[in-house]
């Protein structure tokens, strides 16, 4: 490593830096000088680590995360690319994954790291691990790797396959069907199949806008299909994820709604409702048939990174929905 690291720390809210409410509940700071002030007292000797700064993308629960928040992230990194060597995202973990699953699909020519993480423990808290989560996310955006990651606990997951598993653990999130990007014991250490670092000054290319009214549809024996038609026919909804049985198994009864959606040129994604699920549609007759359809098969990726994708290809490439799904990501 030449000289020290600049890291640039885009601020998004979270638990890290919340507050107990008189009710008991809790929320993010009510102005956004108090919660980078508890950013920064997470662990006074970050710097020790790399030189860094905050930039403000917003302060909230990141249930209530958009879109048009993560356009604004997309804008910050390009924006800053040049000036640093890593970035790391300060994120409620709710929704982390989806933004790590949305950074993935919408950045072209990375070749930095980008870190996402946050602690499921306030800050304030003498027992949370936001300081752990915290130093660890900045030692991998030094590291001569380059990617989106999540670090949380004692996992680095790539952005594109992880899952937030436990509301509760310290341990929150897992790789779905794919090996983590790495591990954190006594020090760091990267799998040999992430990306390095581009050593060479470069920029990044960002495609922001995401389409925002996608449906997830989760069978359960006996669902109407007739209900799936209804929403069919209010003609908001841009593109559905049915998140089928195994390996990708649907009951007969929904070839009229495939037939409508086909119809409609609504593209229609299917998942495994199983934890680690892949689809095999073509093993069962159940899923062959649904295949036959039309609808697009979602392989071994989790429900996240289907999302993001269905929703940044409603955009960007909607007669190409059914490679940019297949499409590897680091
Ligand atoms: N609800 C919180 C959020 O996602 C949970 C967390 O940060 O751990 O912002």
């Known amino acids: 490593m030449n000289g020290r690291r600049k890291i640039l720390v885009l601020f998004c809210g979270g638990t890290i830096v919340m507050e107990e409410k008189s009710d008991g509940s809790l929320a993010v700071p009510d102005s956004e000088e108090s919660a980078i002030k508890i950013l920064r007292e997470v662990e006074p000797r970050l710097s020790a680590v790399a030189d860094y700064d905050i930039e403000f993308i917003a302060n ?20 800053n690319y040049r000036r640093y060597d890593g970035f790391v995202i300060i994120h409620g973990t709710d929704t982390m994954a989806y933004t790590a699953a ?3 699909v919408s950045i072209k020519g ?3 790291p980008i870190v996402l993480t946050g602690s499921q423990i306030p800050a304030i808290k003498i027992e949370s691990d936001a300081r752990r989560n915290l130093v660890n996310a900045f030692r991998v955006a030094t590291m001569p790797y380059s990617g989106v990651f ?21 341990d929150a999130f897992r790789s779905v069907n794919g090996d983590e990007a790495g591990e954190i014991t ?13 050593p060479e000054p470069h920029d990044i290319e960002i495609a922001s806008g995401f389409e925002a009214d996608i449906f997830i549809h989760t069978l359960s024996p006996g669902c109407d299909p007739g209900d799936l038609e209804f929403l069919l026919n209010r003609g908001n909804i841009k593109g559905i994820i049915i998140r089928a049985y195994g390996t990708g198994n649907i009951p007969y009864g929904f070839e009229n709604f495939f037939r409508k959606a086909r119809s409609r040129n609504l593209p229609v994604i299917i998942t495994s409702q199983c934890l680690y699920g892949k689809t095999l549609m073509n093993m069962y007759e159940v899923g062959r048939r649904a295949l036959a359809m039309g609808v697009i098969e979602g392989g071994a990726q989790s429900l996240e990174i289907l999302c993001a994708k269905l929703m940044w290809a409603l955009r960007h490439a909607p007669g190409e929905i ?5 499409e590897e990501i680091q």
């Open 60 to 79: 909230i629960d990141s249930t209530n995360i958009a879109p048009a928040d993560w356009d604004r992230i997309l804008l910050c990194l390009k924006e």
């Open 102 to 104: 949305a950074l993935s």
């Open 110 to 112: 990375l070749g930095k």
């Open 150 to 170: 999540i670090v949380f606990d004692r996992r680095i997951i790539s952005g594109s396959r992880a899952t937030k598993a436990s509301e509760s653990s310290l």
């Open 186 to 198: 006594v020090d760091i250490r990267m799998k040999s199949w992430v990306k390095t670092r581009k």
């Open 322 to 326: 059914e490679k940019i799904v297949r």
